[in-house]
Nanobody, 119 residues
Framework: QVQLVDSGGGLVQAGGSLRVSCAAS????????MGWFRQAPGKDRELIAS????????YLRDSVKGRFTISRENAKNTVYLQMNSLKPEDTAVYYC????????????WGQGTQVTVSS
Protein backbone atom coordinates (compact mmCIF):
# COMPACT_ATOMS: atom_id res chain seq x y z
CA GLN A 1 0.00 0.00 0.00
CA VAL A 2 1.22 3.49 -0.88
CA GLN A 3 0.24 6.63 0.99
CA LEU A 4 0.71 9.94 -0.79
CA VAL A 5 0.78 13.34 0.92
CA ASP A 6 0.56 16.48 -1.21
CA SER A 7 1.95 19.78 0.03
CA GLY A 8 3.24 23.14 -1.12
CA GLY A 9 0.10 24.78 -2.43
CA GLY A 10 -0.83 28.33 -1.60
CA LEU A 11 -1.82 31.74 -2.88
CA VAL A 12 0.37 33.38 -5.51
CA GLN A 13 0.03 36.30 -7.88
CA ALA A 14 -0.20 35.75 -11.62
CA GLY A 15 3.27 35.32 -13.06
CA GLY A 16 4.59 33.81 -9.87
CA SER A 17 5.90 30.35 -9.08
CA LEU A 18 5.10 27.49 -6.72
CA ARG A 19 6.47 24.01 -6.22
CA VAL A 20 4.12 21.32 -4.98
CA SER A 21 5.46 18.09 -3.55
CA CYS A 22 4.16 14.58 -3.16
CA ALA A 23 5.75 12.50 -0.41
CA ALA A 24 5.13 8.77 -0.50
CA SER A 25 5.25 6.30 2.34
CA UNK A 26 4.37 2.68 2.90
CA UNK A 27 6.51 1.40 0.07
CA UNK A 28 8.93 2.72 -2.49
CA UNK A 29 7.46 4.45 -5.53
CA UNK A 30 10.59 3.88 -7.62
CA UNK A 31 8.76 1.43 -9.88
CA UNK A 32 5.61 3.53 -10.26
CA UNK A 33 4.56 6.02 -12.87
CA MET A 34 3.63 9.20 -11.03
CA GLY A 35 1.22 11.88 -12.12
CA TRP A 36 -0.18 15.25 -11.15
CA PHE A 37 -3.84 15.99 -11.69
CA ARG A 38 -5.83 19.12 -10.98
CA GLN A 39 -9.47 19.90 -10.49
CA ALA A 40 -10.91 23.38 -10.72
CA PRO A 41 -14.35 24.23 -9.30
CA GLY A 42 -17.08 22.88 -11.53
CA LYS A 43 -14.64 21.07 -13.80
CA ASP A 44 -13.46 17.51 -14.22
CA ARG A 45 -10.19 16.34 -12.78
CA GLU A 46 -7.51 16.40 -15.49
CA LEU A 47 -4.08 14.89 -15.85
CA ILE A 48 -1.53 17.65 -16.34
CA ALA A 49 1.79 15.85 -15.95
CA SER A 50 3.25 12.40 -15.54
CA UNK A 51 6.70 10.88 -15.18
CA UNK A 52 7.88 7.32 -15.64
CA UNK A 53 9.72 5.29 -13.03
CA UNK A 54 13.20 6.69 -13.65
CA UNK A 55 12.30 10.16 -14.90
CA UNK A 56 13.35 9.34 -18.44
CA UNK A 57 9.94 10.04 -19.93
CA UNK A 58 7.53 12.81 -19.04
CA TYR A 59 4.19 14.06 -20.27
CA LEU A 60 2.85 17.58 -19.93
CA ARG A 61 -0.59 18.78 -20.90
CA ASP A 62 -0.45 21.40 -23.66
CA SER A 63 -1.86 24.08 -21.39
CA VAL A 64 1.12 23.82 -19.02
CA LYS A 65 3.95 23.07 -21.44
CA GLY A 66 6.82 25.51 -21.11
CA ARG A 67 5.62 26.58 -17.65
CA PHE A 68 5.42 23.42 -15.50
CA THR A 69 8.04 20.75 -14.86
CA ILE A 70 7.52 17.36 -13.24
CA SER A 71 10.43 15.63 -11.53
CA ARG A 72 11.09 12.90 -9.00
CA GLU A 73 13.65 11.88 -6.42
CA ASN A 74 13.24 8.17 -5.88
CA ALA A 75 15.80 8.21 -3.06
CA LYS A 76 13.44 10.56 -1.19
CA ASN A 77 10.27 8.82 -2.39
CA THR A 78 9.06 12.21 -3.57
CA VAL A 79 7.65 13.74 -6.73
CA TYR A 80 7.55 17.46 -7.53
CA LEU A 81 5.65 19.79 -9.80
CA GLN A 82 7.41 23.09 -10.41
CA MET A 83 4.94 25.68 -11.65
CA ASN A 84 6.20 28.92 -13.20
CA SER A 85 4.43 31.79 -14.93
CA LEU A 86 1.24 30.88 -13.13
CA LYS A 87 -2.08 32.10 -14.50
CA PRO A 88 -5.45 32.55 -12.78
CA GLU A 89 -6.75 29.60 -14.81
CA ASP A 90 -4.22 27.38 -13.03
CA THR A 91 -6.27 27.80 -9.85
CA ALA A 92 -7.32 24.32 -8.72
CA VAL A 93 -6.75 21.56 -6.22
CA TYR A 94 -3.67 19.64 -7.29
CA TYR A 95 -3.47 15.89 -6.65
CA CYS A 96 -0.58 13.49 -6.89
CA UNK A 97 -1.28 9.94 -8.07
CA UNK A 98 0.60 6.70 -8.66
CA UNK A 99 0.07 3.70 -10.90
CA UNK A 100 2.01 0.60 -11.75
CA UNK A 101 4.10 0.83 -14.91
CA UNK A 102 1.82 -1.50 -16.87
CA UNK A 103 -1.39 -0.43 -15.18
CA UNK A 104 -4.04 1.75 -16.77
CA UNK A 105 -5.67 2.85 -13.53
CA UNK A 106 -4.23 5.30 -11.06
CA UNK A 107 -4.26 3.27 -7.88
CA UNK A 108 -3.12 5.71 -5.23
CA TRP A 109 -4.01 9.35 -4.63
CA GLY A 110 -2.86 12.19 -2.45
CA GLN A 111 -5.31 14.31 -0.52
CA GLY A 112 -4.76 17.35 -2.73
CA THR A 113 -3.28 20.79 -2.18
CA GLN A 114 -4.99 24.05 -3.12
CA VAL A 115 -3.26 26.39 -5.56
CA THR A 116 -4.83 29.80 -6.01
CA VAL A 117 -3.50 32.30 -8.53
CA SER A 118 -4.72 35.85 -8.18
CA SER A 119 -4.88 38.26 -11.11
Amino acid sequence: QVQLVDSGGGLVQAGGSLRVSCAASGRTISSYTMGWFRQAPGKDRELIASINWNGGSTYLRDSVKGRFTISRENAKNTVYLQMNSLKPEDTAVYYCAARGTLATMWNYWGQGTQVTVSS
